[in-house]
């Protein structure tokens, strides 16, 4: 087999171990896991150093442990993959409550001096609308007067002498559909069978291989973020710790085939 390099990165799977065994089905396999930017396999030997009295050298220096990570850089992290680490389900919700915070409205400066919402408030949750001061206004019972406001539907509504001043509404809308997960109270790290296909090039760049590896058992250690809310989105690094194979399976196993024309 020639030295290899890797054009691409690889796609990874997750397999969740069920009665002691890596499962894959439907409801216990993740795929889809986004936009893969590296994948970097670690793997460490640890040795004890025993002193020698009559040497500067150590008299032997045996192995003690041995770990290996895998590092899988994501340039985002889907949220159903987040959910199926954290050993969370996706919930499919129907009528749900969903907050708005500091819309921001501008009133017109010229009548009617209304703003369409974004979405309808709830009538029985607080509206909260503030001025570019942070300073409450007032909800009218009827036709505002200036530094009042009043809602119908989908619709702010503004006296005349407040026109061209910028606002902000808070409050609750229904949602018709919505999806939800998060972090449990007792998140369970679960083992996972760890499996990435990939390709390779061999030196002569003209010979091309079928990549794989396989991680008997892993799980997944360190900092576990959920998908960060910026305008930048920023990559995202999950760290699967390989454990103790399954009888006399390798722990990773790397696998080469010739790849067909």
Not at 16 to 34: E, L, M, W
Not at 234 to 260: C, H, L
């Amino acid at each position: 087999m020639q030295p290899i390099y890797f054009p691409k990165a690889g796609k990874i799977r997750l397999n969740k171990y069920v009665n002691g065994v890596p499962v894959t089905s439907p409801a216990t396999t993740f795929t889809r896991a986004g936009a893969v930017q590296s994948i970097q396999p670690n793997i460490t030997i640890n040795g004890t150093p025993i002193p020698d009295g009559n040497s500067l050298w150590a008299a032997a220096n045996p192995d003690t442990s041995i770990e290996g990570n895998i590092v899988v850089t994501l340039g985002f992290m889907p949220p159903d993959l987040y959910a199926f680490i954290m050993g969370d389900d996706i919930t499919s919700l129907t009528d749900h409550p969903m907050p708005i915070n500091d819309e921001e409205l501008l009133i017109p400066d010229v009548s009617p001096f209304e703003v369409k919402l974004g979405h309808t408030p709830n009538a029985d949750r607080a509206i909260i609308l503030v001025g570019a001061d942070a300073s409450a206004w007032v909800k009218a019972e009827s036709e505002p007067t200036t530094g009042q406001y009043a809602v119908s539907a989908d619709v702010a509504i503004f006296a005349s002498e407040d026109a061209g001043k910028t606002v902000y509404i808070t409050y609750d809308y229904t949602a018709a559909t919505a999806k939800s997960f998060g972090l449990p109270k007792n998140p369970k790290r679960t083992a996972y069978e760890l499996v990435i296909s990939g390709e390779a090039t061999g030196e002569d760049e003209s010979t091309m291989y079928d990549v794989a590896v396989v991680v008997d058992k892993a799980k997944v250690q360190g900092t576990i973020s959920p998908p960060q809310q910026g305008r930048e989105p920023q990559p995202v690094s999950i760290t699967f710790n390989v454990q103790k194979p399954r009888g006399n399976k390798r722990a990773v196993d790397f696998i080469f085939a010739d790849a067909e024309e």
